[in-house]
């Protein structure tokens, strides 16, 4: 579907180490722990690390990537921790979560072309219940060319115009360019310009 599919991630996943680390994202960790425990889908999971945290403090873990080889390393990151985490590996383009199930769904640096990303945020809506929350941490267009992360590709960085369109079904509690320091990993290091949002599914 792109250059960015399951054979791209299973050849950056291939080292023993954990390429992003074993602790979760922190603006994932700082939103998810004032929540009550739930269900929870984590979309583009890569090796686990946002999963296991979220199992360890009482989610209920439905999982989702392109790649075989971060389905093994997220596996047995939840073993080392003594939690269980349901992982699927698939390909987005053909996914369809369950539809009113989930109370949160996190998007973690997940990088998509936009007719990709357009279909699968109409997913996460949909796999929502009303008042579900989206935790979400992507790179914004100013990323391009910095070495601290994410996509070489101007279309699949992110704009807050793009995500207000793109959950103009849901109530945005906070959208926010910001710049970071990043510092999650070699892959992840250094000054940064991410989106930050945080969203409720409104009744229809």
Do not use: C
Not at 75 to 96: C, G, H, W
Not at 98 to 123: F, G, M, T
Not at 185 to 193: L, T
């Amino acid at each position: 579907m792109n250059d960015f599919g399951g054979k791209f991630w299973d050849e950056r996943y291939s080292a023993t180490e954990f390429i992003y680390g074993t602790e979760p994202n922190n603006f994932f960790r700082i939103k998810l722990d004032k929540l009550t425990p739930g269900k929870i889908l984590l979309l583009g999971e890569g090796e686990g690390r946002n999963a296991v945290h979220a199992a360890l403090n009482g989610w209920e873990v439905d999982a989702v990537d392109f790649s075989t080889r971060a389905k093994e390393k997220a596996l047995q990151l939840a073993l080392d921790n003594d939690v269980l985490i349901n992982y699927e590996v698939v390909d987005l383009s053909n996914y369809k979560p369950k539809q009113n199930y989930y109370d949160a769904v996190a998007i973690i640096y997940l990088h998509l072309i936009p007719e990709l990303r357009q279909s699968i945020h109409l997913q996460v809506v949909n796999s929502l219940y009303t008042g579900g929350k989206l935790i979400l941490e992507v790179f914004e267009k100013e990323q391009l060319d910095k070495s601290s992360g994410g996509p070489q590709s101007l279309e699949m960085l992110y704009s807050k115009e793009e995500l207000k369109t793109d959950f103009v079904n849901m109530k945005i509690k906070m959208l926010e360019k910001q710049q970071i320091n990043l510092d999650e990993s070699e892959k992840h290091r250094g000054d940064a310009v991410v989106i930050r949002m945080i969203a409720e599914k409104a009744n229809r």
